[in-house]
């Protein structure tokens, strides 16, 4: 569906009637005004009528999908891509055989791939949610395995008093571990170096 140009006594008259037109909601659509328009003098001379573009919202989390599903096949891949709305992402859930070369070593083809979809997305369709790609349900257990690594770390750290240095994680697992060991009355954490080295240190509390 293609932008409308529509002009008007005022901004909102036109664009009810491109509205009208387009069939579309005022919610499902862009609104951009061209001219304001004017009274002229006295309200009688020189009227001047509003010019607005109206164009429907384009669907990040369909255009996401459609963009990764091309992606894949380009490269081969037999797979299936769900999308979700979620409070604060879109999610993208890919299934299907030999997809497990997406993830590379501990996610790391997964987050390119992730970083990619985001930046051609924002391009075509502008802000909005981030995007998070998933395979699998990789990223889940990925978070688990985290999650249980962190509190034997600390529980180590705990019996022996010594601070323990974690491998290089990207920044949300770090928020994983973070959040996993706040409530520990005897450890605490921190991030200590440059991406894509950036580790968590646990250490006993001060």
Known sequence: MKALEKSGRTVEEATAAALAELGLAR???QVEVLDEGSRGLFGLLGNKEALVRVSPLVDKLDTARD??????????????VDGAEEEECLRLEVSGEA???????????????QFLLNVAT????GGGK????????FRAKREQAVR??????AEKVQRTGERAVLEAMNAHERKVVHLALQ??????????GEEPHRRVVIEPRR
């Open 122 to 125: 924002s391009r075509a369709v």
């Open 27 to 29: 919610e499902h659509a």
């Open 99 to 113: 997809t497990v070369r997406l993830i590379g070593k501990q996610g790391e083809v997964l987050d390119a791939l």
């Open 148 to 153: 249980h690594l962190a509190l034997q770390v």
């Open 183 to 192: 409530e520990l009355a005897a450890v605490e954490t921190h991030s200590e």
């Open 130 to 137: 981030r995007l998070v790609v998933d395979v699998d349900g």
């Open 67 to 80: 963009f990764l599903m091309r992606l894949l096949t380009a490269l081969g891949f037999e797979a299936v």
